[in-house]
T-cell receptor
Framework: DTEVTQTPKHLVMGMTNKKSLKCEQH?????MYWYKQKAKKPPELMFV???????INESVPSRFSPECPNSSLLNLHLHALQPEDSALYLC??????????????FGPGTRLTVL | EDKVVQSPLSLVVHEGDTVTLNCSYE??????LLWYKQEKKAPTFLFML????IEKKSGRLSSILDKKELFSILNITATQTGDSAIYLC?????????FGGGTRLMVKP
């Protein structure tokens, strides 16, 4: 299985809602990443998990809360988002963070719209 | 601050043409340079380059890295409409990927 899966594919939420994005991989990768991508822009790194521990938080507002329950799963909990948070949220994984960080496999993304 | 710059920003060609996409970078602790193709959703991995001067090939696509001049090129020969996409260059430095702004390629029939 060489796939990263993400659910849901699309999500529309109000500013007072609480929702979660999910990401799963079964490649035995020990590094997982959340990216945010706005239209016509490259992906921007949000969080990096290495061996289930948060290793990088790129100054992301606290309304985004990542969670790594185990080595295969990565969640992104959303609360009190703003309309400008609407974007494609991409999950990626790589074998590890140090030596193989470059070879990241991306999931299909969740397209989030905040009303 | 790490920087990755791609050119051109966009390109329109006709089927059968050959295109060359450019990526230059300034990063500390360089590990590798990667090319991704992004259509409607997630970027899909094309190549990872770590050594200068060694061409990587996959079908009609090829790429090479110059670590002295700090750039890479991605060539696509005999382009097809299915090659239309955004091509992203990214540099792995430390434990992060820094992406360039992408080149939007449109291949017309």
């Amino acid at each position: 299985d060489t796939e990263v899966t993400q659910t849901p594919k699309h999500l529309v939420m109000g500013m007072t809602n609480k929702k979660s994005l999910k990401c799963e991989q079964h490649m035995g990768h020990r590094a997982m990443y959340w990216y945010k991508q706005k239209a016509k822009k490259p992906p921007e790194l949000m969080f990096v998990y290495s061996y289930e521990k948060l290793s990088i938080n790129e100054s992301v507002p606290s309304r985004f809360s990542p969670e790594c329950p185990n080595s295969s799963l990565l969640n992104l909990h959303l609360h009190a988002l703003q309309p400008e948070d609407s974007a494609l949220y991409l999950c990626a994984s790589s074998q590890d963070v140090l030596r193989r960080a470059g070879e990241q496999f991306f999931g299909p993304g969740t397209r989030l719209t905040v009303l | 601050e790490d920087k990755v710059v791609q050119s051109p920003l966009s390109l329109v060609v006709h089927e059968g043409d050959t295109v060359t996409l450019n990526c230059s970078y300034e990063v500390t602790n360089f590990r590798s340079l990667l090319w991704y193709k992004q259509e409607k959703k997630a970027p899909t991995f094309l190549f990872m380059l770590t050594s200068s001067g060694i061409e990587k090939k996959s079908g009609r696509l090829s790429s090479i890295l110059d670590k002295k001049e700090l750039f890479s090129i991605l060539n696509i020969t005999a382009t097809q409409t299915g090659d239309s996409a955004i091509y992203l260059c990214a540099v792995s430095a430390g434990n992060m990927l820094t992406f360039g702004g992408g080149t939007r390629l449109m291949v017309k029939p």
